[in-house]
């Protein structure tokens, strides 16, 4: 039997489908209290809890009636035809996406604050980009934000903030299950839930083989359960099993928990703090210091190839050195998080034009040409990260 009791931090990820009325966009309202009644549920045993919530989009879009007809409230006839002409474009177009996140998430916020103000709980938004995860000074404030919220018994709500992201909409967390893998890393959560219209993981896709078994619970994740896990979600909820276990992987390298249910079974929360075993487990296979999981999540702004040599020092957990590194790609200044080759992740002491212009050299020849100020190595031992799950 699974144990919890001792969880006091914990992260609740609510999807698309699962905040959504059976085949509509609409938000089950009442759904959202009854979850939230759970919440509260944790709430008063002492324990801390931060939501991230999908569904900006669906709500948006049911408020400006996608469905196939314009919104009542557009009387002009150069209103109706630009209305016409942007649901015509549909819910693929990006710019229509931002729309209605942006008319749908201070409806979805409502709905969180009427439902929490019954229990006399405040609520706060955040709303994210990868840039803020992928900066390491807002990564920081991110982590001293939600905790004073925390500390103040306020419960912090985040969504991607769709409206102004610069990425195709769903693409950079992947409809909030990686950012909710990203905020329990960045705060120390115990436990994520992962609450879905996906039930658990299963050892093949349940979709196609009817003999398709759950499973309870997940010590690592192996190559072939990732090739297993299928494709996307649907046409409002980018995410499917996929982005759920690059969540699992992301949380277990902060040493937290998960746990994938479906989010529509009775007392769910309740049923999982509880130990029972529902859905799937994740069970944590490392824990790497909070620099280190910034590295390892940070999107890479390049690419250094490096010689067998350079890779087996740096696991022996040595320096890189200029004359390891065969190639450079991209674009990038000092400071930014690179790859290297396929297997690790570092932050770089050079740009990639000093890069460029040292590669295979020795470290000596560094500081001859770029100066006395600049570092003799590339990248250090603590600024290297191996992409290990």
Known sequence: MRNFENVKKIVIKLGTNTLTKKGTIEIDTAYVRRIVRQINSLLKTGRQVVIVTSGAIGMGAGQLELAGKVHPVRKSAAGRANARRLISNGVKDTKMHQACAAIGQPLLMAEYRKSFARFGVTVAQVLLTAEVLNNRKTYLNLRNSVETLLKLSVVPILNENDSVSTDEIGS???????????????????????????????????????????????????????????GKGTKYAAGGMKTKLEAAKIASNAGCRVVLANGRLKNVIGHIIAGQEIGTAFYPKRKLSNRARWILNSAPAGTINIDDGAMRAVKDHKSLLPSGVISVKGSFEAGSVVCLNDNAKAVTNLSSSQLKALAGKHSSEIKKLLGPKHRDVVAIPEDIVFIDY
């Open 172 to 230: 950079a967390f992947g409809d909030n299950d990686r950012l909710s893998a990203l905020v329990a890393s960045k705060i120390d959560a115990d436990l994520l839930i992962m609450l879905s219209d996906i039930d658990a993981l299963y050892d093949k896709d349940p979709r196609k083989f009817a003999d398709a078994e759950p499973i309870p619970a997940v010590y690592e994740l192996t190559e072939a359960i990732v090739r297993s896990a299928g």
